[in-house]
């Protein structure tokens, strides 16, 4: 049984995540400021509740820094709460992709389910062996692409809302994902975790890197459009 309380990480994979837990509430700081002289009915309180998503993230990289929730099994430092992190936030930023073309709810639902279940099987990926090790690892590619399949293909057929603004920003963040959450399965696979490709650190710091830039640039380009949300309600 993984020994999950007694804190272990190494010096400087702690020192990279605290920087990893400077970066997001530097995000959350920004918007915070950005937002300083608005109105929580101006449309911004519905745009406020994504800030949770850095939120968790900042709280998980504090507890990473200081080796809680971090076991070893089969050898292999696992991180706890990055995947807690991943489980909670990931799913609400493929869900609100759906949800800014206000797509059916039952869609967003199945987005987000696939969305978990990469990450679930993820785990189970990381801290097993063998063919289970290859079993789930091919589990959650395959509901890593079903996910972007209903991304790509469903959400705009089901997009029930499409002023050009929506659609804007719509494109602007389903591309991010898209594009940057790539990387996380070839980091996977290049990490000790995979074929030892890339060092404890250099995963570690790739890691970060990636999670930073997956959440605070996406606050920030809602930020950016959260007028869509004023008078104009979503109806889901
Ligand atoms: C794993 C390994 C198993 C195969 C696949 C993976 C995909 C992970 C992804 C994570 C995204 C995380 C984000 C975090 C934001 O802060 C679990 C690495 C497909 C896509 C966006």
């Known amino acids: 049984i993984p020994d999950v309380l007694t804190p272990s990480v190494d010096g ?25 002289d608005e ?25 990473m820094t200081f080796g809680i929730g971090v076991f070893t099994i089969n050898g292999y430092d696992v991180e706890g ?6 489980l909670v936030t990931t799913p609400v930023l493929v869900g609100y992709v759906g949800h800014v073309v206000d797509v059916d709810r039952s869609v967003v639902y199945g987005a987000a389910g696939l969305d978990a279940t990469m990450i679930l099987t993820g785990f189970v990926a990381t801290t097993t062996t063998g063919m289970l090790r ?8 395959v509901a890593f692409l079903l996910m972007l399949y209903v991304m790509f293909v469903q959400y705009p057929r089901r997009a029930n809302t499409t002023t050009p603004e929506r659609k ?15 990387l996380y399965p070839v980091i996977w696979l290049a990490s000790p ?35 869509i949300f004023g008078t104009d309600r979503v109806s889901n």
């Open 12 to 36: 400087l994979s702690s020192v990279v995540y605290g920087v990893g837990t400077l970066g997001m509430l530097l995000g959350i700081a920004v918007v915070g400021w950005l937002l300083r």
């Open 39 to 63: 109105t929580l009915d101006s449309g911004s309180g519905r745009f406020r509740v994504l800030l949770v998503i850095p939120a968790f993230a900042a709280l998980s990289y504090a507890s």
């Open 81 to 86: 709460m990055r995947y807690l992190d991943w």
């Open 134 to 141: 290859w079993g789930a690892f091919a589990v959650s590619s």
């Open 168 to 182: 804007r920003l719509f494109l602007r963040l389903r591309n991010q994902v898209g594009v940057l959450w790539l």
């Open 193 to 227: 975790v995979g074929f030892g490709l890339v060092s404890t650190l250099g995963t570690a710091m790739l890691v970060t890197f990636m999670d930073v830039a997956a959440k605070v640039p996406y606050t920030w380009v809602v930020h950016e459009h959260r007028g």
